[in-house]
């Protein structure tokens, strides 16, 4: 994905800025491996928030 995607007005990418990227091609583009377990976490800690 890249970088500038995460932060643009939409806001359609912001999800990603909960994860770490894994690496990165270059200087704009961050590459994740997001398991399952990962957005499960997210989604508990999300719903707890609320």
Known sequence: ???TYSYNR???YRYF??????AT???SLYIYHITQ???NQL???QS???
Do not use: T, W
């Open 48 to 50: 707890q928030q609320q």
């Open 43 to 45: 989604h508990r800690k």
């Open 25 to 27: 091609a270059g200087y």
């Open 17 to 22: 800025l909960n994860f770490e990227p894994v």
């Open 37 to 39: 377990d990962a957005i």
């Open 10 to 12: 939409e806001k359609q």
């Open 1 to 3: 994905m890249k970088v």
